[in-house]
Nanobody, 126 residues
Framework: QVQLVESGGGLVQAGGSLRLSCAAS????????MGWFRQAPGKERQFVAA????????RYLDSVKGRFSISRDNAKNTVALQMNMLKPEDTAVYYC???????????????????WGQGTQVTVSS
């Protein structure tokens, strides 16, 4: 099991930026998949971004492509989500997720992740 702690959420106006960070412990970080998901009130959890173990591949939700960027630092056991040009529809609780599976190099499916952070609120005002 991997322990994950997110930080960096907050309130921002539309068009603004936020950077979310997630610190991981409990497993060799370079061996795990990492991703970000979000959940808005009354909606199901939604994939946002994922990154492969060596940062060679990234994947994004279509609506955030060109605005969000995921990165990881295997030396510091951290993954980040840089969010630019934020929109009110980006408002949600954002979760960092870690997957120990060795079968996939990258994944947008929540059931491929077995450790989750506590979530951090991102609110974008119009």
């Amino acid at each position: 099991q991997v322990q994950l702690v997110e930080s960096g959420g907050g309130l921002v106006q539309a068009g603004g930026s936020l950077r979310l960070s997630c610190a991981a412990s409990g497993r060799t970080f370079s061996s795990i998949l990492m991703g970000w998901f979000r959940q808005a009130p009354g909606k199901e959890r939604q994939f946002v971004a994922a990154i492969s173990r060596n940062s060679g591949s990234t994947r994004y939700l279509d609506s955030v492509k060109g605005r969000f960027s995921i990165s990881r630092d295997n030396a510091k056991n951290t993954v980040a989500l840089q969010m630019n040009m934020l929109k009110p529809e980006d408002t949600a609780v954002y979760y960092c997720a870690a997957g120990s599976t060795t079968y996939y190099t990258i994944s947008s499916f929540a059931n491929h992740y077995d450790s989750w952070g506590q979530g951090t609120q991102v609110t974008v005002s119009s």
